[in-house]
């Protein structure tokens, strides 16, 4: 199976790591290190199969390097899963991971993701100089990531519309966690019309007190008329059951994996719906967690997202130019930096 995953994938390295002690089982996938060492968080959870994990492990260090690529980062993509119930999550069990990681010797840099968090990588950082998103960070990259989202939703915004005004644009945000409140936020700010949605009622109904908003049922959120959609809850979301409830011009937003299968980009496409890619626009965390790898500011990283929205600009008058997606184009844009910087051709693209 890893063998098989490996060649399909086009991966350089997958380590499976056990320490009985501790009870640790990982899996850490090194995709390409083509442009750097390959950075990408570690996802604790409690996996049904061991090819479960791995599946997801190869996908989700994949669309690490796509994303690092894309977004002109001198890194390559690597992501870590940790195959545990996070109640069993304990110190030890990080510290034998944080020596574990640092026995790959730099080639993979880890950082957070579901259910790791910063007091998990402060354990990590005892052992090991390769982990990023510790207290002694940048911190929470959430706002930057927001920061970029919007940017990257203003883009696609005046490419549909001809206009960067927000004024009255309607906008749907699904999931008002960390990035959906700071994109409703920015949104809001700009005088755009925002309606939120969330399964959590509590949560979506104090955002809505906050910022003075409209909210939307959670099932109800597809098929409500806007001109922008913007995921920020969980992948998936944009698919063969959704896609013809739209009602919208526009989808951009900060969740991974927006779209069920690639296809979906053409779908969309087809349809006349701009979709923004979202390794592109969510990249401000991967932007903020580099920066404190490079040793560089939080107003850097702020900046650096800021800028997620002249690459949109650019990567939709590439993908007119050339008649294909936004998504397409994304991709060709990672591929062609990879390629020109390795004599191996990559083959694969991501999704
Ligand atoms: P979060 O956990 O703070 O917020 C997620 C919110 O979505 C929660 O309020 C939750 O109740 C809601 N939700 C979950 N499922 C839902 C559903 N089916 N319908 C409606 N609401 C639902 O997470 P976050 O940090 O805001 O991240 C949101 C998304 O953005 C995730 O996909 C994450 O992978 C992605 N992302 C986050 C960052 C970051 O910096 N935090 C960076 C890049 C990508």
Same mark, same amino acid.
């Given at each position: 199976m890893v063998h098989s995953?490996m060649?399909?994938?086009?991966?350089?390295?997958?380590?499976?790591?056990v320490?009985?002690?501790?009870?640790l089982?990982?899996?850490?996938?090194i995709?390409?290190?083509?442009l750097g060492?390959?950075l990408?968080?570690t $996802?604790?959870?409690?996996? %049904?199969?061991?090819?479960?994990?791995l599946?997801?492990?190869m996908?989700?260090?994949r669309?690490?390097t796509?994303?690092?690529?894309?977004?002109?980062?001198?890194?390559?993509?690597?992501?870590a899963?940790?195959?545990?119930?996070p109640?069993?999550?304990?110190?030890?069990?990080?510290r034998?991971?944080?020596?574990?990681?640092?026995?790959?010797?730099?080639?993979?840099?880890?950082?957070?993701d579901?259910?790791t968090?910063?007091d998990?990588?402060?354990?990590v950082?005892?052992?090991?100089?390769?982990?990023?998103?510790t207290?002694?960070g940048?911190?929470?990259?959430?706002?930057i990531?927001a920061?970029g989202v919007?940017e990257g939703l203003r883009a696609?915004? %005046?490419?549909?519309y001809d206009?960067p005004d927000m004024?009255d644009?309607?906008?749907v945000?699904?999931?008002?966690?960390?990035?959906?409140?700071?994109?409703?936020?920015l949104l809001?700010?700009?005088d755009?019309?925002?309606?939120v949605s969330?399964m959590?009622? %509590?949560?979506?109904?104090?955002?809505a007190r906050?910022?003075g908003?409209?909210t939307?049922?959670?099932?109800?959120v597809?098929?409500h008329?806007?001109?922008v959609?913007?995921?920020?809850?969980?992948?998936?979301?944009?698919?063969?059951?959704?896609?013809?409830?739209?009602e919208?011009d526009?989808?951009?937003?900060?969740a991974?994996?927006i779209?069920a299968e $690639?296809r979906h980009?053409?779908v969309l496409?087809d349809?006349g719906v701009?979709y923004a890619?979202?390794?592109?626009?969510?990249?401000g965390?991967?932007?903020t967690?580099a920066?404190?790898h490079t040793?560089k500011?939080r107003?850097?990283a702020r900046?650096?997202?800021?800028?997620?929205?002249d690459?949109?600009?650019?990567?939709?008058?590439?993908?007119?130019?050339?008649?294909?997606?936004?998504l %397409?184009?994304?991709?060709?844009?990672?591929l062609?930096l990879?390629?020109?910087?390795d004599?191996?051709?990559?083959s694969q693209?991501?999704?």
């Amino acid at each position: 199976m890893v063998h098989s995953a490996m060649r399909s994938f086009g991966h350089e390295q997958v380590t499976h790591f056990v320490d009985d002690e501790t009870g640790l089982e990982a899996i850490v996938a090194i995709h390409d290190t083509t442009l750097g060492p390959s950075l990408g968080g570690t $996802r604790l959870l409690p996996y %049904e199969s061991h090819d479960e994990a791995l599946e997801d492990v190869m996908r989700l260090s994949r669309a690490m390097t796509y994303k690092a690529a894309a977004t002109d980062l001198n890194l390559g993509g690597g992501k870590a899963v940790i195959v545990a119930d996070p109640e069993m999550k304990d110190d030890d069990m990080m510290r034998a991971y944080g020596r574990m990681i640092d026995r790959l010797g730099g080639h993979y840099i880890t950082s957070v993701d579901v259910n790791t968090g910063v007091d998990d990588m402060d354990i990590v950082a005892q052992e090991t100089d390769h982990v990023v998103g510790t207290s002694a960070g940048l911190g929470d990259p959430s706002p930057i990531t927001a920061r970029g989202v919007f940017e990257g939703l203003r883009a696609s915004v %005046e490419a549909t519309y001809d206009t960067p005004d927000m004024t009255d644009l309607e906008v749907v945000v699904q999931g008002v966690g960390k990035v959906g409140s700071g994109l409703a936020e920015l949104l809001v700010e700009h005088d755009a019309t925002v309606t939120v949605s969330d399964m959590n009622v %509590e949560a979506m109904d104090a955002i809505a007190r906050d910022l003075g908003v409209e909210t939307v049922d959670p099932g109800e959120v597809y098929s409500h008329p806007c001109d922008v959609f913007a995921p920020c809850a969980v992948g998936g979301v944009i698919n063969d059951e959704t896609i013809p409830q739209l009602e919208c011009d526009v989808v951009a937003g900060g969740a991974n994996n927006i779209l069920a299968e $690639r296809r979906h980009a053409q779908v969309l496409h087809d349809a006349g719906v701009l979709y923004a890619p979202d390794y592109v626009i969510n990249a401000g965390g991967l932007i903020t967690v580099a920066a404190e790898h490079t040793g560089k500011s939080r107003e850097e990283a702020r900046r650096d997202a800021i800028a997620i929205g002249d690459r949109m600009r650019s990567l939709i008058s590439r993908a007119e130019r050339e008649g294909t997606t936004v998504l %397409e184009a994304a991709d060709r844009y990672a591929l062609d930096l990879i390629e020109a910087t390795d004599d191996e051709p990559m083959s694969q693209v991501a999704n």
